[in-house]
T-cell receptor, first 114, second 115 residues
Framework: DSGVTQTPKHLITATGQRVTLRCSPRSGDLSVYWYQQSLDQGLQFLIQYYNGEERAKGNILERFSAQQFPDLHSELNLSSLELGDSALYFC?????WGIGEKLFFGSGTQLSVL | GENVEQHPSTLSVQEGDSAVIKCTYSDSASNYFPWYKQELGKRPQLIIDIRSNVGEKKDQRIAVTLNKTAKHFSLHITETQPEDSAVYFCAATSDGSSNTGKLIFGQGTTLQVKP
């Protein structure tokens, strides 16, 4: 167990809908990262937050947004869902924000858009 | 931005043989290179990492080598066992100038160890 908690484990929804994925980092970790894993795309970096502020942005769609709350948990919001958004979404956390931080991954949320 | 290429995409070895997975990166400012193992349906788990001030690091049957001049690094698994079967991802730090912890991952190598 990495100490990173993600809920829900599975999510099934329809196209056009909006969902929220939740992540609680390891105790003491201030950075949260979101990754998308599709079968043909590997692990794609979406966004990083550090202590409530956006730190880095990857190839995150405009339909997607995220935030990190004062208690350090993070939420990834996916809206106007499309079939292609079906993927495994991972959250990871690290102690701080800079280069060389060890990232620890949660168990992921499997999103299926039908 | 950083780009990480990983080869091979699949690798099949006999139990007891060695396995080698290679990665190249594009950003010369990258200085942290972890390897993750992902079993089917599970989360990626950090198995070993290396920083740019070190050329090689070993942990039991696993070793990683880094060639900063050539911008490539490799994972070596010796005496492979069936439980080593998994997908292995290499990664590198990105955007050295902005100093974030984000990792850019290779496409993954599916390792199959045949008993």
């Amino acid at each position: 167990d990495s100490g990173v908690t993600q809920t829900p484990k599975h999510l099934i929804t329809a196209t056009g809908q909006r969902v929220t994925l939740r992540c609680s980092p390891r105790s003491g970790d201030l950075s949260v990262y979101w990754y998308q894993q599709s079968l043909d795309q590997g692990l794609q970096f979406l966004i990083q937050y550090y202590n409530g502020e956006e730190r880095a942005k990857g190839n995150i769609l405009e339909r997607f947004s995220a935030q990190q709350f004062p208690d350090l948990h993070s939420e990834l919001n996916l809206s106007s869902l499309e079939l292609g958004d079906s993927a495994l979404y991972f959250c990871a956390s690290s102690v701080s924000w800079g280069i060389g931080e060890k990232l620890f991954f949660g168990s992921g949320t499997q999103l299926s858009v039908l | 931005g950083e780009n990480v290429e990983q080869h091979p995409s699949t690798l099949s070895v006999q139990e007891g043989d060695s396995a080698v997975i290679k990665c190249t990166y594009s950003d010369s400012a990258s200085n942290y290179f972890p390897w993750y193992k992902q079993e089917l349906g599970k989360r990626p788990q950090l198995i070993i990492d290396i920083r740019s001030n070190v050329g090689e690091k070993k942990d039991q049957r696993i070793a990683v080598t880094l060639n900063k001049t050539a911008k490539h690094f490799s994972l070596h698994i010796t005496e492979t066992q069936p439980e080593d079967s998994a997908v292995y991802f290499c990664a590198a730090t990105s955007d050295g100038s902005s100093n974030t912890g984000k990792l850019i991952f290779g496409q993954g190598t599916t390792l199959q160890v045949k008993p």
